[in-house]
């Protein structure tokens, strides 16, 4: 969920011969997204808005930065009725928490454009450590970044009450993103 880091880990793989910074992103080439099991059914959705700080040299991966905030009531749940009902409680409690954050705090190459993101995602107010993979893919007028990782919705106290049932709604949630930004 924290797409700014995936993009400073794009960055790795553009030449070292000078300092990039990945710092603009591209919200209509850029998305979010997610799919469970409710009921044994495949559910996806996504969410519409986010920005993203990011910082990078491929010289020095290690020093790389980024910080992605979502805005949880951008939600596509599939239908008017989910997304009313994500807002809640027992869900989001977006009154609450109306924001999930990721902050990137390590990123290391794996070699061929792909990459491993370490950080602390926030949601709900819960605080967990995420290892994210991500590949990069170099373009003309800007880089993409697409990853996937799975995330444990109960660890963050989403879906619960009747909701925890996971042969109801499935623990597991596939997060899916793509990041599109240009360099400065």
Known sequence: MRTTAFILLAAL??????AVEYGTVLPKQSSI????????????????????????????PESASARIEIDVASIDAGSPDADDESAGKLWFN???YPKATFV??????LGNNRYEMRGTLTLKGKSREM???????????AAT??????LKRLDFGIGE??????STVANEVK??????ATGN
Do not use: C
């Not at 990137?104 to 190459?109: E, P, Y």
């Not at 970044?145 to 799975?150: L, P």
């Open 161 to 166: 009450g009747m909701w925890a049932d996971v």
């Open 131 to 141: 290892v994210i993979p991500l590949s990069y893919q170099p373009g003309k007028n």
């Open 33 to 60: 997204g997610f799919e469970f099991r409710q009921m044994g059914w495949p559910i996806k959705g996504g969410f519409k808005r986010f920005t993203t700080q990011m910082r990078f040299d491929p010289a020095k």
């Open 175 to 180: 997060v899916n993103f793509r990041i599109a």
């Open 145 to 150: 970044f697409d990853g996937r990782f799975v």
């Open 94 to 96: 977006r009154s609450a």
């Open 104 to 109: 990137a705090s390590q990123v290391r190459a």
């Open 13 to 18: 793989a553009a030449p070292a011969a000078h």
